[in-house]
């Protein structure tokens, strides 16, 4: 049977958190710079202990020209896997020691990025989170922020962390702001709560997408709400398996999803800890949970029109999938 090259399916990276999405070899060497170790990226067991880690990896990124590093970095990653454009999701609050305030943060980023798409043609369009563990009048601050730099250099707002321990509905204030301003709402959701964690997301963040959002799987009227919005969910089959979200990939809901026709995008969420890619979860997407070339479309399709992406590189990129697709 003729397989196609992956590599060679356009598709936007939608659920990806910056921080993490740094090489490992890269993250070595800001270490090695500071006389340290390599911040430990594996072997946590909870969600606190995992995001602990994340955050710790912060702490060797102290300079503007590493961010600048990361970023061409991460577009170079993204046009050796295919993609045409990327929401990278940063919490400008982590710099706040090293870098500076965080307009400063967000400008070199952004500057990084105009850099990193003239070199690699990959399309970049920041994603603003905020943080649930955080008091809300926080992702206010944030959502502020992200309304000034709508259009230029910023395309979404997200709410990050811990939804088991802080439900979303407090947030609706800072979501307002992000929805006035334009951008794209894609709080995360359906991950470590249930279908009822995504249906607040719609009603009372009034989101666009949903990062994870796969429990919706769990509720049939809400699979049909989703697929009649189309409301794209931006899935990490790997991720639910190391945090343990999803028991086994033989009964990882994204078959299902798909079956319902909800619109799903496929995603690698903190590669350097989750030692995957994009490339390598459609791979897995197809490999392991038994996910049609002609599904793998239809995701790449929802990944473009979903995201942030200008108008031109969606139209190109969705001619390309549909050559791609031809038998
Ligand atoms: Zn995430």
């Known amino acids: ?46 969600f606190i202990e995992f995001d602990h880690l994340a955050q710790g990896a912060a702490e060797v990124m102290r300079t503007p020209a590493h961010l600048q590093r990361m970023v061409h970095e991460i ?36 500057d990084a990025a105009r850099q990193a798409t003239e070199a ?34 910023v395309v979404a707002f997200g709410l990050h962390n ?34 009822d964690s995504v249906a607040a997301c719609i009603d009372v963040l009034h989101a666009d997408r949903i990062q994870h959002g796969i429990r919706a799987s769990e509720d049939e009227a809400l699979m049909e709400r989703l697929r009649e919005t189309g409301t794209c969910l931006d899935v990490c089959p790997t991720s639910n398996i190391v945090l343990k979200s999803v028991a086994s990939f033989d009964v990882h809901p994204l078959p299902v999803l798909l079956a319902a026709g909800v619109p799903v995008s496929m995603n690698a969420d903190n590669p350097v800890m989750f030692d995957c890619t994009i490339l390598s979860e459609y791979e897995l997407a197809r490999d392991v949970l038994g996910v049609s070339d002609a599904q793998l479309a239809t995701i790449a399709t929802d990944s473009v029109r979903a995201s942030g992406a200008p108008a031109d590189l969606k139209q190109n990129a969705l001619g390309k999938i549909a050559e791609w697709i031809k038998p």
Do not use: Y
């Open 75 to 110: 577009a170079e990653d993204a046009a050796a896997q295919g993609c045409v454009w990327i929401e990278p999701a940063v919490w400008l609050p982590l710099h706040r020691t090293h870098i500076g305030p965080d307009e400063e943060t967000l400008e070199i980023l952004v």
């Open 120 to 153: 690699t043609g990959v399309g970049i369009g920041f994603l603003i989170a905020s943080n649930r563990n955080d008091p809300p009048n926080k992702a206010i601050e944030q959502a502020r922020i992200a309304a000034r730099w709508a259009g230029r250099g």
């Open 1 to 46: 049977m003729l397989q196609r090259d992956l590599t060679g399916l356009p598709k936007a990276h939608l659920h990806l958190h910056f921080e993490e999405g740094i090489r490992q070899g890269t993250l070595d060497e800001f270490a090695r710079e500071l006389g340290r170790p390599t911040p430990r990226m594996s072997g946590f067991t909870t």
């Open 162 to 195: 811990d939804e088991s321990r802080f439900p979303p509905e407090p947030f609706a204030g800072a979501f307002d702001v992000a929805r006035e301003a334009g951008l794209i709402l894609t709080p995360h959701g359906g991950e470590l709560a249930g279908p």
